[in-house]
């Protein structure tokens, strides 16, 4: 049975339950992507490359949403080191993805990407990064995704083959930071492993 189109308050109403979830819910460990951090040094800069694996069936929102009417959380990355300034956080070219029964689409992203992010100053410090965003599968439930990751060492060339240069110009500028943190961060992550994991039900589905 087709259930009744949702009203904007209602709408309004699930978003406030996305964002508010993590003080309600259990948390859980390791949410539904998985992080890797990797750096490289570059003469004067330091080249850093996420690895983020989204779990078969779910996707991880873009840092954009790219639509005013979608529901869902953009992901942000704090990166932070000691004598480090940074770029903001490069992800790559987004899905459009339907949001069934809200009558609209949002930005998000499946599989295995990686996002790019560039440093300069103290090349020998070790680069840390909390990320936080929302998680969803295709038929609604949604997982708060919160991570903080330390640099792993070089990782694979694969990895830095299509590193964009021109992130270097983009240290210290609006988005990104100086200082040691990245993106709006006022305490930077101290660990490697996944934090907690809240779960929200929002029914896209008729």
């Known amino acids: ?4 189109a949702m009203t904007m308050s209602t709408k309004s109403l699930l978003a406030i339950l996305i964002l508010a979830a993590p003080s309600l819910a259990i948390p859980q460990w390791g949410g539904k992507a998985s992080t890797e951090l990797f750096q490289r040094v570059d003469g004067d800069h330091v080249q850093i490359a996420l690895e983020i694996d989204i779990e078969e069936g779910w996707h991880l929102y873009h840092d954009d949403l790219g639509n005013p009417d ?7 990355i704090e990166f932070e080191a000691e004598g480090l300034d940074f770029s903001k956080a490069r992800f790559p070219e987004p899905h459009k993805l339907d949001q069934p029964g809200l009558d609209t689409w949002i930005y998000g992203h499946e599989g295995t990407i990686v996002v790019y992010a560039a440093a300069r100053g103290n090349t020998t410090a070790k680069v840390t990064a909390k990320l936080s965003g929302l998680t969803c599968e295709d038929l ?3 997982v708060l995704y919160d991570e903080e990751v330390a640099s792993a060492g070089t990782g694979d060339d694969r990895l830095f083959v299509s590193f964009p240069a021109d992130l270097y110009e983009a240290i210290g500028s609006d988005g990104g930071a100086e200082g040691g943190a990245a993106d709006g961060a006022s305490e930077g992550p101290s660990g490697g492993s996944a934090t907690g994991a809240a779960t929200a039900s929002i029914d896209y589905t008729s």
């Open 1 to 4: 049975r087709r259930q009744p």
């Open 70 to 76: 979608a529901i869902g959380q953009p992901t942000v």
């Open 140 to 142: 609604g439930t949604c």
